[in-house]
Each structure stands twice: as structure tokens, then as C-alpha cells.
């Protein structure tokens, strides 16, 4: 399963309250673990801060072992957004010296 399809599914499971947008052609890796492909989202807050935001599939799951991981994979992406949004905005700013996603994209 491509990416672009992970993102997909994943994206019209989450919940409606949740601000997420798929970050495509995002190559950079931070992680260094081989073996897995990396799914990236960006959540932003109002304040015009954003922050990357990611979820590690291993490349040996076959399309229906990701389906079967897909609510955990939602509940993951989730609880990332969730964090993120219950930081005040004086911690988002401190953050927005770090990544901008669409900067290079
Ligand atoms: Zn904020």
C-alpha cells in the first residue's frame, strides 16, 4: 500500500473534530528505522503554528494487515493532534521556530 493510501484511509477515519492535513512528498527522514515507511500529517492551530506529525508503518504489513492496524493507527494520529492542540499558544510558538511544513514543499 502506497502512502498516499495509508494517509487516505487514515484521514477519513479520524474524528471529525480532528484538524489534520496529509503532508505528501515529505522525504525527510527523522527516525532512521529501516524497515518502515513513514505516513505524514500536519496539524495546525490558529495561532499559525504547525506541527509535523507522523506514523511508522513497517514495510513487511501487507494491505490487509494495515487495514486491521488502521483504528490504531487513527487512535495514534489522534492522540498526537489531541496533544498538540492542548498546549497553549506560548508553547506553539516556542515550537514554531522548529518546522514549518510548508516551507520546501
Ligand atoms: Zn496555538
Known sequence: MEEKEIQALVMAGVDKEVNLRPLNGFKLDFSANPGFKKVFF????????????????????TDI????????????????????????????????????????N
Not at 496539524?43 to 513497517?58: I, K, R
Not at 495514534?76 to 497553549?88: A, P, T, Y
Open 42 to 61: 500536519s496539524a495546525s492551530c490558529d495561532c499559525g503554528t504547525a506541527a509535523l506529525l507522523s506514523l511508522e508503518v513497517s514495510e513487511e504489513k
Open 65 to 104: 494487515d494495515i487495514k486491521a492496524a488502521l483504528p490504531s493507527l487513527i487512535q495514534r494520529i489522534e492522540m498526537q493532534e489531541k496533544s498538540f492542540r492542548r498546549m497553549d499558544c506560548s508553547m506553539h510558538s516556542m515550537m514554531r521556530t522548529g518546522f514549518t511544513p510548508d516551507s520546501g
